[in-house]
């Protein structure tokens, strides 16, 4: 597919799969072909009690596939970041995922 062609960089994904005993558990991990962008922007999340809060993101992650857990952790090249929002979008003739990064 055409979004193939702009997917030129290799990213590890570890998914959030919980807590047990006071530990977060996070599955095997995952490559996948994706597109690391640096961005500075405000996600807008719910927080406690109904209230707004907005969570700085770092880079945003353009890839395919199934959606990625918001917590799990993604390495692309020496950096690490954390998802802190997942949407599946479509565009470039496919489904793909718009991942954002703290």
């Known amino acids: 597919m055409l979004i193939d062609f702009l997917l030129r960089q290799q990213c590890v994904i570890r998914p959030w799969l919980g807590t047990a005993a006071g530990e977060q558990r996070l599955g095997p991990e995952e490559s996948r072909a ?4 640096a961005a500075r922007r ?6 406690l009690r109904g209230t707004a809060d ?7 992650l353009y890839c395919t596939g199934a959606p990625i857990a918001e ?3 993604v390495r692309c090249g020496e950096a690490e970041y954390v998802v802190i929002a997942c949407r599946e979008l ?3 003739g496919e489904k793909y995922l718009e991942v954002l990064l703290q």
């Open 34 to 37: 994706c597109r690391l962008q």
């Open 42 to 47: 405000l996600e807008q999340t719910a927080g």
């Open 54 to 60: 907005q969570i700085p993101a770092h880079a945003v």
């Open 71 to 73: 917590r799990s952790r």
């Open 90 to 92: 479509e565009g470039w």
